[in-house]
């Protein structure tokens, strides 16, 4: 079983829609979890750090959900540079686990 | 300046080779990363190293070596490359201290090709 498991998508969706996935992780014991955003094969860069009682960044909501172990995030009115893959990411001892994403794609 | 670079960027080379990927970071970060990207798989973890003495292994090093030559220098070897190691390569770096020291910071990445 993969450590970080995460619905591959495509999501298509149009501006200004919500879009929302999840993430399920298989360590218990993991520590912090996070979710970067890659575009087109470029380096994966921090969107947020997700905290146990669920956190905002604008337009991105983050929870977590540990009793069953999964993480997800919501897009609220999407814009086209929103369009990327979505890394869910698991901390355990300062190793990082990363799913494999899930792809958004956001139309005019 | 990018605060993580990686040389080269990209590189074709022939089964057998040897080849070396770099790293170089200017955030004064102790801890630095090799991990390996291929479609479908996400990322995966080669060597990682906390400072200059302490190498560890990943989950995949297996025909893998790593050297850490300086706090802000690690560089990746292919001791004899194959065709299976076809892939996008990334380097990160993560610091010690602050709210989040697990963060990790990416450097733009090696994409090698294996013939």
């Known amino acids: 079983r993969k450590e970080v498991e995460q619905d591959p998508g495509p999501f298509n969706v149009p501006e200004g829609a919500t879009v929302a996935f999840n993430c399920t992780y298989s360590?218990?014991?993991?520590?912090?979890f996070f979710w970067y955003r890659q575009d087109c094969r470029k380096e994966p860069k921090l969107l947020m750090s997700?905290?146990?009682s669920g956190n905002e960044d604008g337009r991105f909501t983050a929870q977590l959900n540990r009793a069953s172990q999964y993480i997800s995030l919501l897009i609220r009115d999407s814009k086209l540079s929103d369009s990327a893959t979505y890394l869910c990411?698991?901390?355990?001892?300062?190793?990082?686990?990363f799913g494999a994403g899930t792809t958004v794609t956001v139309r005019a | 300046d990018a605060d993580v670079t990686q040389t080269p960027r990209n590189r074709i080379t022939k089964t057998g080779k040897r080849i070396m990927l770099e790293c170089s970071q200017t955030k004064g970060h102790d801890r630095m990363y090799w991990y390996r990207q291929d479609p479908g798989l996400g990322l995966r973890l080669i060597y990682y190293s906390f400072d200059v003495k302490d190498i560890n292994k990943g989950e995949i090093s297996d025909g893998y070596s790593v050297s850490r030559q300086a706090q802000a220098k690690f560089s990746l070897s292919l001791e004899s490359a194959i065709p299976n190691q076809t892939a996008l390569y990334f380097c990160?770096?993560?610091?010690?201290?602050?709210?989040?020291?697990?963060?990790?910071?990416f450097g733009p990445g090696t994409r090698l090709l294996v013939l």
């Open positions: 990411v698991v901390n355990n001892d300062y190793k990082l686990s």
């Open positions: 990160a770096t993560s610091g010690v201290t602050g709210a989040y020291p697990e963060t990790q910071y």
């Open positions: 997700v905290y146990s």
């Open positions: 360590n218990s014991a993991s520590q912090s």
